[in-house]
């Protein structure tokens, strides 16, 4: 065998002989405290390119709310760039309670 096969069969062995080290681990919680601590366990890809497709629209959704925390989630799960140049600026024009509402 080639080296690059007998690697790949010495990380095989590897996973096969701590399988069940391995499936307690995924059992257990994960503490993760902030977005170093995901990066650090999880990694990152830091030359990935998000695709404009058809599916990246704006939204009027404020910046904070839950419609807009929803619509980022979105574009990551998609791949898509998070940030549209259309999506909504500010908060003018919108009107709500700033509080409760009194009797």
Same mark, same amino acid.
């Given at each position: 065998?080639?080296?690059?096969?007998?690697?790949?069969?010495?990380?095989?062995?590897?996973?096969?002989?701590?399988?069940?080290? &391995?499936?307690?681990?995924? +059992?257990?919680?994960?503490?993760i405290?902030?977005?170093? %601590?995901?990066?650090?366990?999880? =990694?990152?890809?830091?030359?990935?390119?998000?695709?404009?497709?058809?599916?990246?629209?704006?939204?009027?959704?404020?910046?904070?709310s839950?419609?807009?925390?929803?619509? &980022?989630?979105?574009?990551? +799960?998609?791949?898509?760039?998070?940030?549209?140049?259309? %999506?909504?600026?500010?908060?003018? =024009?919108l009107?709500?309670?700033?509080?409760?509402?009194?009797?």
């Amino acid at each position: 065998m080639n080296e690059v096969n007998d690697k790949v069969e010495t990380k095989e062995n590897l996973l096969e002989k701590n399988e069940p080290q &391995l499936e307690a681990q995924a +059992r257990q919680p994960r503490r993760i405290h902030n977005v170093f %601590d995901e990066i650090q366990e999880m =990694g990152h890809d830091e030359f990935f390119i998000p695709a404009v497709t058809d599916e990246f629209c704006p939204t009027d959704a404020p910046a904070g709310s839950p419609a807009k925390v929803q619509v &980022l989630a979105e574009r990551v +799960r998609k791949g898509l760039p998070l940030w549209h140049p259309e %999506d909504r600026m500010s908060y003018n =024009g919108l009107v709500g309670t700033t509080g409760r509402a009194r009797d």
